[in-house]
């Protein structure tokens, strides 16, 4: 959930359990970095299925979140109408840095599935290793998300 109390849908992709990376695991300890990969748009939407930048950073210990923020499309005009809040998107920033902070800390929010066994424990990603990328408005979010969040949010 946002701030606002808004259902924010995000899809969670990680490393498979035993790494393929020799000694990733033994040799860092604790959280794995994570990546916020945000979709472009703004009204288009991320979906469940074979991403080549996920499974690229996965297959390198990352983990990644990637956020359907408020006026993504595929989830009804209420929805896609609630992005566009004449504050250029703030809101949909909001949704990013409310995700973001909830997989790295799990303080905040709540978090729902229809599998608990297949979620891992929060938090999610390490917080000193919190990275985000996009391309188009995603490129846009990562650029307002590196300058106008807490400074040392995202660590790149």
């Known amino acids: 959930k946002a701030r606002d109390g808004e259902d924010i849908l995000c899809y969670l992709s990680r490393t498979p359990e035993i790494n393929m990376m020799k000694g990733y695991q033994q040799d860092r300890p604790g959280q794995p970095p994570m990546v916020m990969v945000i979709h472009g748009g703004p009204q288009a939407r991320d979906s469940w299925g074979y991403n080549p930048v996920c499974q690229f950073l ?17 989830f009804g005009a209420r929805f896609l109408r609630l992005g566009m809040d004449g504050e250029f998107f703030r809101s949909m920033q909001a949704d990013i ?33 919190l990275a985000i990328l996009g391309g188009s408005f995603g490129g846009y979010s990562a650029l307002w998300g590196m300058t106008s969040t807490d400074p040392g949010f995202y660590k790149c």
Do not use: I
């Open 58 to 74: 996965c297959s390198r210990g990352f983990r990644v979140l990637q956020v359907n923020y408020r006026g993504s499309s595929g």
């Open 97 to 129: 840095v409310d995700a973001a902070r909830y997989a790295t800390s799990g303080s905040e929010g709540e978090f729902v599935t229809e599998n608990d066994d297949d979620v891992p424990e929060l938090p999610w990603g390490d917080p000193s290793k």
